[in-house]
């Protein structure tokens, strides 16, 4: 049985759960407490990943880490269903969407909930509007995407879709209203909240 090593509020091993979840693989979680520094001084653990992170997956012998990496060696190791569409220019699309929520649209939404969970007193104001702009920004670059279908690529359920999860459902907490003019995001994000894998990571 597989193993995925997890913390449960990691929107990057809740990427993982997602596709784990889609593709009804069995597997055992180990729980790496974040809060405590295990991942930085666990020496088992920073033996399966030296970046000392969250989610590693061990499939047999073959050990992976980074979200994306294990998300792609799932797609191919386990093909069905279909969490990339078959055309390489939609794939790279794909793959353009999930950089761009790596390393804008979910660090943007890390930086306004660590901001929020520090004592209002302390709080930058100015820090939390300027990422709670990017967040809405992003989501009006998504509208574009989105314009006359279910998905964001091809119109297809998808691994970019996926990046994006963890963040959609704390928007609220995060104070970020979707604006109703975005109809193809408010649609979009209703559509992810009813799959079962997506309403797992609520419960």
Same mark, same amino acid.
Not at 20 to 46: I, M, P, S
Not at 181 to 192: D, K, Y
């Given at each position: 049985?597989?193993?995925?090593?997890?913390?449960?509020?990691?929107?990057?091993? &809740?990427?993982?759960?997602?596709?784990?979840?889609?593709?009804?693989?069995? @597997?055992?979680? $180990?729980?790496?407490?974040?809060? $405590? +520094?295990?991942?930085?001084?666990? =020496?088992?653990?920073?033996?399966?990943? !030296?970046? +000392?992170?969250? !989610?590693?997956?061990?499939?047999?012998?073959?050990?992976?880490?980074?979200? $994306?990496?294990?998300?792609?060696?799932?797609?191919?190791? @386990?093909?069905? !269903?279909?969490?990339?569409?078959?055309?390489?220019?939609?794939?790279?699309?794909? /793959?353009?969407?999930?950089? @761009?929520?790596?390393?804008?649209?979910?660090?943007?939404?890390?930086?306004?909930?660590? *901001?929020?969970?520090?004592?209002?007193?302390? &709080?930058?104001?100015? /820090?939390? &509007?300027?990422?709670?702009? *990017?967040? #809405?920004?992003?989501?009006?670059?998504? *509208? =574009?995407?989105? #314009? +006359?279908?279910?998905?964001?690529?091809? +119109? &297809?359920?998808?691994? =970019?879709?996926?990046?994006?999860?963890?963040?959609?459902?704390?928007?609220?907490?995060?104070?970020?209203?979707?604006?109703?003019?975005?109809?193809?995001? $408010?649609?979009?994000?209703? /559509?992810?909240?009813?799959?079962?894998?997506?309403? =797992?990571?609520?419960?």
């Amino acid at each position: 049985m597989m193993e995925l090593y997890d913390y449960p509020d990691c929107p990057f091993a &809740q990427k993982v759960r997602v596709v784990l979840a889609e593709k009804e693989l069995e @597997y055992k979680k $180990t729980y790496v407490d974040l809060r $405590t +520094g295990e991942h930085r001084q666990n =020496a088992e653990f920073l033996k399966l990943n !030296p970046y +000392g992170k969250v !989610p590693v997956l061990i499939d047999d012998e073959v050990v992976v880490y980074d979200s $994306t990496i294990i998300n792609e060696y799932l797609e191919e190791e @386990y093909p069905h !269903p279909s969490l990339m569409p078959e055309d390489s220019a939609a794939r790279a699309r794909v /793959r353009t969407l999930e950089d @761009y929520c790596d390393n804008s649209f979910l660090p943007s939404a890390g930086f306004v909930q660590a *901001e929020l969970s520090k004592p209002q007193a302390e &709080q930058d104001a100015e /820090r939390l &509007q300027r990422y709670r702009n *990017e967040l #809405s920004r992003g989501l009006k670059r998504l *509208e =574009a995407f989105l #314009s +006359g279908k279910e998905f964001l690529v091809a +119109g &297809q359920f998808s691994l =970019a879709d996926i990046a994006f999860v963890p963040a959609l459902l704390i928007l609220p907490r995060l104070g970020v209203d979707v604006d109703p003019s975005l109809r193809g995001v $408010t649609a979009w994000i209703n /559509r992810l909240k009813q799959r079962p894998s997506v309403k =797992a990571l609520e419960a």
